[in-house]
C-alpha cells in the first residue's frame, strides 16, 4: 500500500509531479543539527544543572546523555544515509516496525516541534521586554511567526540559510564564552587562578544525591533535543550519502566539546552555592552563567549581548520546528497517514498546506498561554515534554530492526554508505538509557510518602497517548509488526 502511495505522490497525484528540493549541503546540514541542540539549554539551564547536582554532577550527566546521543545519531545517520526520506522517523518505523508505530511516532514528533514553536513565541515575546519593556507581547509574537513562517515559506534553501546563521552566532558566543573563562581560570585576565577550588567546593563536586542527578539528566536530555533534525533534513540533501555521515561525525563531537567544556568552565569559576545559578531563566537572562562570566570578566554589556544571542537561538528552535514539523507531516500526508491535501508542493518545492496547519497549531498554541492562567498552555508544555525522548526511542528500536532486516534479507554491510558503530550495543545502550529518562521523568512525584498524582499526570500524559495512538491505529487498520525479512528496504538512488 506504502509503494503504491508513494508511486502515485511521484507520478504527479498529490504534488502535482513537484518534489522536495534538493537543496542542503553539508554546511547545512551540520548547522542545522548544531542548531537545533545549542540553546537555551547550555546559556540558561547549565547553570540551574550545576547548582542542582555540582559541577561534577552536571558534568556526569550531560557527558551520560551525549553518549547516548552519539549512539542514537549513528543509528539515524545508518538509515538516513541508505534512505533519505524527509519522513525520516514515520517512514522508518512504518517500515520496519510497523505502520501503526510509524503513525504515531510521526504524529508524536509533529507534535512534539509544533508545540515547540508556541513555547519559543513565548520564550521571544519575554526576552524581547529586555529592550522594550511596555511593548505589547501578541504583536511582537506575531511578528516572530511571520519570521518563521516568512523563512520557510520560501525554500528550503531559505530554511538551511537562516539556520547556519543563527547557529553561527551561537558556536561563536561559545567559542569566545570557553576562550575569556579559561583565560579567567589561569588568571590571565587579571584577579586570583581560581584553578579547581570552586570546582571541590565542600570537599565533594557531587551535590543533591540521586534524584538531583536524575533531574539534571533530564535537563540534559531536552538540551541535547533537536540534533535528531538532520534525519529529516536528509530528504532534501544534494548528496545526503556524502553529506549527512559528515554532519554525524562533526556535529558529536562539536557538541560533546561545546557543552562539556562550557559547564567544567562555569563549574571552575561560579561556585554551585551561588543563588544566581538556580534563579536563571527566560525572565532573568542577567544571572545566565554565560552573562555572570563575562560580567566577571569586566564585560559591561555582557547582558544586553546574551539577550540577543538567547533571542537568536529561540528563533532558531522554532525555525527548526516549523521546518521539521511541516516536512513530517507532509510525508504522513503522502503516505495517506495525515489529510492527503497536505501533501501538496507549490513551484519551490514547498509543502505549502503542512506548513500552513503547523504555523496555525503552533499559533493557537501559544495564544492558549493568555487563557485561564495558562493551565492550558502549561498542559501542552508538559504533553511535549517527554515526546522527544519517545522518538530516541523510536531511532534506536527501528535501527535496531533495520540491521537485522537489512543482514536477514542477505544484503552485505559493505552495501552501507555509513556503517553505526558498535552494533547492537549503541542502539541497545540508547534504547535502556532513555527507558530511564521516560520512567524517571517526574521521579520526585513518588517520593515522600505519598504520591502526586497530578505532577504524575502533567508528567507522564504524553506516554499513555502515544501508545492509545500507536494501539489504536494498530487495531482499527489491523497493522501487525512487519516480519523482518518483509521489511522494505527498497530506496531510490541519491
Same mark, same amino acid.
Given at each position: 500500500?506504502?509503494?503504491?502511495?508513494?508511486?502515485?505522490?511521484?507520478?504527479?497525484?498529490?504534488?502535482?509531479?513537484?518534489?522536495?528540493?534538493?537543496?542542503?549541503?553539508? %554546511?547545512?546540514?551540520?548547522?542545522?543539527?548544531?542548531?537545533?541542540?545549542?540553546?537555551?539549554?547550555?546559556?540558561?539551564?547549565?547553570?540551574?544543572?550545576?547548582?542542582?547536582?555540582?559541577?561534577?554532577?552536571?558534568?556526569?550527566?550531560?557527558?551520560? $546523555?551525549?553518549?547516548?546521543?552519539?549512539?542514537?545519531?549513528?543509528?539515524?545517520?545508518?538509515?538516513?544515509?541508505?534512505?533519505?526520506?524527509?519522513?525520516?522517523?514515520?517512514?522508518?518505523?512504518?517500515?520496519?516496525?510497523?505502520?501503526?508505530?510509524?503513525?504515531?511516532?510521526?504524529?508524536?514528533?509533529?507534535?512534539?516541534?509544533?508545540?515547540?514553536?508556541?513555547?519559543?513565541?513565548?520564550?521571544?515575546? $519575554? !526576552?524581547?521586554?529586555?529592550?522594550?519593556?511596555?511593548?505589547?507581547?501578541? !504583536?511582537?509574537?506575531?511578528?516572530?511567526?511571520?519570521?518563521?513562517?516568512?523563512?520557510?515559506? /520560501?525554500?528550503?534553501?531559505?530554511?538551511?540559510?537562516?539556520?547556519?546563521?543563527?547557529?553561527?552566532?551561537?558556536?561563536?558566543?561559545?567559542?569566545?564564552?570557553?576562550? $575569556?573563562?579559561?583565560?579567567?581560570?589561569?588568571?590571565?585576565?587579571?584577579?586570583?587562578?581560581?584553578?579547581?577550588?570552586?570546582?571541590?567546593?565542600?570537599?565533594?563536586?557531587?551535590?543533591?544525591?540521586?534524584?538531583?542527578?536524575?533531574?539534571?539528566?533530564?535537563?540534559?536530555?531536552?538540551?541535547?533535543?533537536?540534533?535528531?533534525?538532520?534525519?529529516?533534513?536528509?530528504?532534501?540533501?544534494?548528496?545526503?550519502?556524502?553529506?549527512?555521515? %559528515?554532519?554525524?561525525?562533526?556535529?558529536?563531537?562539536?557538541?560533546?566539546?561545546?557543552?562539556?567544556?562550557?559547564?567544567?568552565?562555569?563549574?571552575?569559576?561560579?561556585?554551585?552555592?551561588?543563588?544566581?545559578?538556580?534563579?536563571?531563566?527566560?525572565?532573568?537572562?542577567?544571572?545566565?552563567?554565560?552573562?555572570?562570566?563575562?560580567?566577571?570578566?569586566?564585560?559591561?554589556?555582557?547582558?544586553? &549581548?546574551?539577550?540577543?544571542?538567547?533571542?537568536?537561538?529561540?528563533?532558531?528552535?522554532?525555525?527548526?520546528?516549523?521546518?521539521?514539523?511541516?516536512?513530517?507531516?507532509?510525508?504522513?500526508?503522502?503516505?495517506?497517514?495525515?489529510?492527503?491535501?497536505?501533501?501538496?508542493?507549490?513551484? %519551490?518545492?514547498?509543502? &505549502?498546506?503542512?506548513?500552513?496547519?503547523?504555523?496555525?497549531?503552533?499559533?493557537?498554541?501559544?495564544?492558549?498561554?493568555?487563557?485561564?492562567?495558562?493551565?492550558?498552555?502549561?498542559? /501542552?508544555?508538559?504533553?511535549?515534554?517527554?515526546?522527544?525522548?519517545?522518538?530516541?526511542?523510536?531511532?534506536?528500536?527501528?535501527?535496531?530492526?533495520?540491521?537485522?532486516?537489512?543482514?536477514?534479507?542477505?544484503?552485505?554491510?559493505?552495501?552501507?554508505?555509513?556503517?553505526?558503530?558498535?552494533?547492537?550495543?549503541?542502539?541497545?545502550?540508547?534504547?535502556?538509557?532513555?527507558?530511564?529518562?521516560?520512567?524517571?521523568?517526574?521521579?520526585?512525584?513518588?517520593?515522600?510518602?505519598?504520591?502526586?498524582?497530578?505532577?504524575?499526570?502533567?508528567?507522564?500524559?504524553?506516554?499513555?497517548?502515544?501508545?492509545? !495512538?500507536?494501539?489504536?491505529?494498530?487495531?482499527?487498520?489491523?497493522?501487525?509488526?512487519?516480519?523482518?525479512?518483509?521489511?522494505?528496504?527498497?530506496?531510490?538512488?541519491?
Amino acid at each position: 500500500m506504502q509503494k503504491q502511495v508513494n508511486q502515485a505522490v511521484t507520478a504527479g497525484g498529490s504534488t502535482g509531479g513537484q518534489t522536495l528540493r534538493k537543496s542542503f549541503k553539508a %554546511r547545512h546540514l551540520t548547522m542545522i543539527a548544531l542548531g537545533g541542540s545549542i540553546g537555551t539549554g547550555l546559556f540558561l539551564a547549565s547553570g540551574g544543572a550545576i547548582a542542582s547536582s555540582g559541577p561534577g554532577g552536571a558534568l556526569l550527566a550531560y557527558l551520560a $546523555v551525549g553518549i547516548m546521543v552519539y549512539f542514537l545519531m549513528t543509528s539515524l545517520g545508518e538509515m538516513a544515509t541508505y534512505m533519505p526520506d524527509s519522513g525520516s522517523f514515520s517512514t522508518y518505523g512504518t517500515r520496519f516496525i510497523s505502520p501503526a508505530f510509524g503513525f504515531a511516532v510521526g504524529w508524536n514528533f509533529w507534535y512534539n516541534w509544533a508545540v515547540t514553536i508556541a513555547a519559543e513565541l513565548a520564550a521571544a515575546t $519575554v !526576552i524581547i521586554k529586555y529592550w522594550f519593556p511596555e511593548s505589547n507581547s501578541t !504583536i511582537w509574537s506575531l511578528l516572530f511567526l511571520l519570521l518563521m513562517f516568512g523563512l520557510n515559506i /520560501l525554500s528550503s534553501r531559505g530554511y538551511g540559510e537562516s539556520e547556519y546563521w543563527f547557529a553561527i552566532i551561537k558556536i561563536t558566543t561559545v567559542i569566545i564564552f570557553l576562550v $575569556v573563562g579559561v583565560m579567567m581560570i589561569f588568571g590571565i585576565l587579571g584577579g586570583e587562578a581560581v584553578g579547581f577550588s570552586n570546582f571541590e567546593l565542600g570537599g565533594s563536586s557531587f551535590h543533591g544525591g540521586f534524584f538531583a542527578f536524575l533531574g539534571v539528566f533530564m535537563a540534559a536530555g531536552f538540551s541535547f533535543q533537536g540534533t535528531e533534525l538532520v534525519g529529516v533534513a536528509a530528504g532534501e540533501s544534494e548528496n545526503p550519502r556524502q553529506n549527512v555521515p %559528515r554532519a554525524i561525525r562533526q556535529v558529536f563531537w562539536r557538541i560533546l566539546v561545546f557543552y562539556i567544556f562550557a559547564i567544567l568552565v562555569i563549574g571552575l569559576l561560579i561556585p554551585y552555592t551561588n543563588p544566581d545559578l538556580l534563579r536563571g531563566g527566560i525572565d532573568d537572562i542577567g544571572v545566565s552563567p554565560f552573562t555572570i562570566i563575562f560580567e566577571k570578566a569586566g564585560l559591561a554589556f555582557a547582558a544586553s &549581548v546574551m539577550n540577543a544571542v538567547i533571542l537568536s537561538s529561540v528563533l532558531s528552535a522554532g525555525n527548526s520546528g516549523m521546518y521539521a514539523a511541516t516536512r513530517v507531516l507532509f510525508s504522513m500526508a503522502k503516505d495517506g497517514m495525515a489529510p492527503r491535501a497536505l501533501a501538496k508542493l507549490n513551484s %519551490r518545492g514547498v509543502p &505549502v498546506g503542512a506548513l500552513l496547519v503547523t504555523t496555525a497549531v503552533g499559533m493557537l498554541a501559544f495564544l492558549a498561554s493568555f487563557f485561564g492562567d495558562g493551565i492550558v498552555y502549561n498542559w /501542552l508544555l508538559n504533553a511535549s515534554g517527554m515526546c522527544g525522548f519517545i522518538n530516541w526511542l523510536g531511532i534506536a528500536v527501528c535501527h535496531y530492526r533495520f540491521r537485522r532486516a537489512f543482514v536477514k534479507q542477505g544484503h552485505s554491510l559493505d552495501e552501507l554508505p555509513y556503517k553505526a558503530r558498535w552494533f547492537p550495543f549503541g542502539p541497545i545502550f540508547a534504547f535502556v538509557i532513555c527507558v530511564i529518562a521516560v520512567l524517571g521523568q517526574n521521579m520526585g512525584a513518588f517520593s515522600g510518602g505519598s504520591i502526586d498524582w497530578y505532577g504524575v499526570l502533567v508528567s507522564y500524559v504524553s506516554l499513555p497517548l502515544f501508545l492509545l !495512538i500507536w494501539l489504536g491505529y494498530g487495531f482499527f487498520r489491523k497493522s501487525k509488526l512487519v516480519p523482518l525479512e518483509e521489511c522494505d528496504l527498497t530506496t531510490s538512488e541519491v
